[in-house]
């Protein structure tokens, strides 16, 4: 299982960046190895969010469709999530409210590998990240 974070469907809808290709590549690789891509309902909401505040709403439908023919799950967001994402931003590695919640999610699942290009997933003891091609 692959957790498919918000910054991958992104950049494969966004305009040339680096990542871009990347993205692509991982993406395919993941497919190709049959890895199960999982994401959360906040990666959707995200999305959502990221293209409302740069006045791209065209583009919110394609990253959406993107992202949900990517996965083959998308995790819903429980009390439980939001309890524990409490307790991780409170912690001193001063976690991003949104990353917290994904901690907590990946968490609650098993899930160990998550697909971004965020360095900060490193930090989270266990969790492996898959950015490079």
Avoid: C
């Amino acid at each position: 299982m692959i957790f498919l974070d918000s910054n991958i469907p992104m950049y494969l809808v966004g305009s040339h960046h680096p990542h871009k290709a990347e993205a692509h590549i991982l993406v395919e690789k993941a497919i190709a190895s049959r890895d199960r891509l999982l994401t959360d309902a906040e990666v959707l909401q995200e999305i959502l969010h990221r293209y409302a505040s740069i006045d791209r709403r065209a583009d919110i439908p394609t990253a959406l469709r993107i992202t949900l023919g990517l996965v083959d799950e998308v995790l819903p967001i429980e009390q439980r999530d939001v309890l524990r994402a409490a307790e991780i931003v409170r912690l001193p590695e001063s976690w991003s409210a949104r990353d917290a919640l994904h901690l907590a999610v990946l968490e609650r699942y098993g899930i160990r590998r998550i697909m971004s290009f965020d360095r900060d997933f490193d930090r989270w003891p266990g969790l492996s990240r898959i950015h490079e091609v």
